[in-house]
Every structure is written in C-alpha cells, then in structure tokens.
C-alpha cells in the first residue's frame, strides 16, 4: 500500500497505526527519524512543512532492518552501510508505488538520501498546440449569497481550444529496476495503462465550465533505444485547411518519415487513428482500436 506524501508528523501517526501490530513503537519512530533525518520524540521537532512521498510496505520493510540491527546490536553507521550493500530488496518494496517508480523520488536528509532516491523512468512534456492559438475572455463571478451583506468579485480567465502534441516516454529498463528488478512483462503492463491514460485522461481543472472531455484522434507507440519526440514537426506553426486536425495529424506523419528514414530507425512502432489520413510509411502498424494498440504494446510490439 502506498501512503501519499504527507507531513512527517502525520506519517508517524499512520504508520504506528498501520505497523502497530507487527513493531514497537520504538522501533517505528526510529525507522521513521533515520530515514526521514528528523526527531519524532516530539511532533514540533518535525519540520511542518516536509513531505515525502513513501510506500507503507516500503517502511515497514526498513523497520524488520531496524529490529534486527537493534538485535544484533549494529549502530546505526554499520546498518546503513548493510543496506547499501541490498538496494534491490529495498526496490522491490516499491512495487505497490508504481508512480514513484514512473516519477522518481528526491530526499535529501536521513538514510533516505542515501538509499531512498529514485531516479523517474517516465519522462512527460508539456502538451502543446500544433498550430497559433488566440485566447478568448471568459467572464466569472464568485457572489455570497448566504448573508445580507455579502461579498462579491467579478473577474476574467483567458482560455484557448486547439489540437495539442502530447509526449511521453518510459525506460522500462529503468523502470524495472526501481521496482525491485521486476519483469519486462509487469513494465510493460505499467506502460499499457500510461498509453491508455495519455489517450483518454485530460487535466481536471475547470471542466465543470468548459467540459474539454476529448480523447485523442491519435496515439502512437514505437521502442526504441533513444527518446523521440516530435515536437519538431509543429516547429513551424500548422495552419488551418478544413481545421487543425487533418493538417497536425499530417504534419506528424510526415515529420515521423524523415526522423525514421534519416536515423534508421526499425524499432517496433504503431499507431491508432480515429482519422483518415495519408498512412505512414516504414515499420509503422495500423491499429484500428485503442484496445489493439494497448494489447501490442503488452506483447513487447508484437501484434
């Protein structure tokens, strides 16, 4: 189970729910000081404003290390110096925290400095139009309504609609490694689920006034031994022809030949579209559902 990243003195309160039945508690305030660097004899000696993000397994993993240094009376240098010598078995408590392993983890203080950092194996840009985009003015009101002299405010918020580039990629050597050397086939059900959320998930903010529930009209996946992004092929600005759409898909198309082609590129690639246009040449595979897609990608490219 992971525990989303908290204060650390709330942490403490969790944690001694969670592992109150397998550990002392002394035990778990000392796993939870050397990780985390900072006192937890007194809640006020715990910076307020310090989160981390941890795994439940993970500490408790940390407090059976712990438990038996105390047992074998290893001071807290020697212990570290043990677990430094096993990072793997401290990945492996990382499987129920897939979104440290895709994302990465930085620490700075405590043991975890040393044992806790986790470098992301996804890397995801931010999407952007494929083409010149104008804002528009939405007007808003916030009024209270509840008392006879309420307060009021009248205010804008500028927004936009436009065919946006979303990029990601993951190492799933990377990835399989953060999570304790897990199977190429447990990365790539992870991947197959990041694919299905880039293609149907937007960014919740302000659907309520606006309700910009598009899917994506296209969703390609290639393997390679380098990150690819296409950013370049909107470099100059797409313009419109019967809309943005055709013409972006298009220009992504053709900008994916000349990459492929000018690098040599044979690695697995696919590519489902809910538009017709001109196909892609080279190794590209057509899928005609997104389900299709998800189930090549789980099946390392193979259809």
Not at 68 to 88: M, P, R, T, Y
């Amino acid at each position: 189970m992971q525990q989303s990243p908290i204060h650390h003195a709330q942490l403490r309160d969790v944690l001694r729910q969670k592992l109150g039945e397998r550990f002392e508690q002394k035990i778990i305030d000392k796993t939870l000081a050397l990780l985390s660097g900072k006192s937890v004899d007194e809640a006020e000696k715990i910076s307020a404003d310090a989160v981390t993000p941890w795994v439940v397994g993970e500490i408790a993993w940390f407090c059976e290390q712990v438990a038996k240094a105390e047992a074998d009376n290893l001071d807290d240098k020697k212990l570290l110096k043990v677990l430094k010598e096993d990072i793997a078995a401290i990945r492996v408590n990382l499987q129920q925290g897939v979104d440290i392993a895709l994302s990465g983890r930085m620490a700075t203080s405590g043991m975890m400095s040393e044992l806790g950092k986790v470098d992301g194996a996804m890397s995801i840009a931010h999407a952007i139009t494929t083409h010149q985009v104008d804002s528009d003015i939405d007007w808003f009101t916030a009024v209270d309504d509840l008392q006879e002299q309420g307060s009021a405010h009248l205010g804008t918020q500028e927004f936009s609609s436009g065919v946006f580039y979303r990029y990601a990629n993951i190492n799933l050597a990377q990835l399989q490694e953060n999570l304790g050397g897990a199977s190429r086939e447990q990365a790539l059900e992870i991947a197959t689920h990041v694919v299905h959320m880039l293609a149907t998930e937007v960014p919740g903010a302000k659907q309520r006034t606006y309700a910009a529930f598009n899917p994506a009209d296209m969703v390609m996946v290639n393997f390679s031994d380098m990150p690819l992004s296409m950013a370049n092929a909107f470099e100059k600005a797409v313009k419109a022809k019967d809309g943005f759409l055709q013409p972006s898909l298009q220009a992504f198309n053709q900008y994916w030949d000349r990459v492929a082609n000018g690098y040599g590129l044979n690695g697995a690639a696919a590519q489902f579209s809910l538009s017709d246009v001109d196909p892609i040449t080279g190794q590209v595979q057509k899928m005609p559902t997104l389900e299709q897609l998800k189930s090549w990608v789980r099946n390392n490219g193979e259809a």
